[in-house]
Nanobody, 123 residues
Framework: QVQVVESGGGLVQAGESLRLACVASGNILTIYGMGWHRQTPGRQRELVAN???????NYPDSVKGRFTISADISKKTVFLQIDNLEPEDTAVYYC?????????????????WGRGTQVTVSA
C-alpha cells in the first residue's frame, strides 16, 4: 500500500523559518508530482505549493516569496521551506502525491494524502 508521511511541523515564533518534509512509500511506479496544502478549522483545504516531476513549481500569490517547494522525486521526497512565518500560517499542512502504483492487484493512478503535520506560529 502507498503511504505519504509528513514531518517537521511544530511551534515556532513569528519571523522564524520551518522546513517540512514528506516521503511517499510503498508499491509506487511513477510519481507525477507532489504538493502541499494547508487547512485551518472551518476552512477549506488550500494549495500552498506543488511541484511536478520535471521540477516545475507552482504557488498561489498569497505565499509567493515565503514558501519554497523542492523535491527529489527519485527518493519520493518533497520539502516545503517556509520563511518569515506569520501567525496566519498556523494550520495543519498536508502533503500529497500524484502517482501510479499497485492497488489491490492492479496499477492505478491516484492522489494520496498524508495525515498532516501541525504548524503553529505564535505572535
Amino acid at each position: 500500500q502507498v503511504q505519504v508521511v509528513e514531518s517537521g511541523g511544530g511551534l515556532v515564533q513569528a519571523g522564524e523559518s520551518l522546513r517540512l518534509a514528506c516521503v511517499a512509500s510503498g508499491n509506487i511506479l511513477t510519481i507525477y508530482g507532489m504538493g502541499w496544502h494547508r487547512q485551518t478549522p472551518g476552512r477549506q483545504r488550500e494549495l500552498v505549493a506543488n511541484i511536478d516531476s520535471a521540477g516545475n513549481a507552482n504557488y498561489p500569490d498569497s505565499v509567493k516569496g515565503r514558501f519554497t517547494i523542492s523535491a527529489d522525486i527519485s527518493k519520493k521526497t518533497v520539502f516545503l521551506q517556509i520563511d518569515n512565518l506569520e501567525p496566519e500560517d498556523t494550520a495543519v499542512y498536508y502533503c500529497n502525491a500524484d502517482l501510479t502504483g499497485w492497488h489491490e492487484h492492479e496499477i492505478t493512478r491516484n492522489i494520496y494524502w498524508g495525515r498532516g503535520t501541525q504548524v503553529t506560529v505564535s505572535a
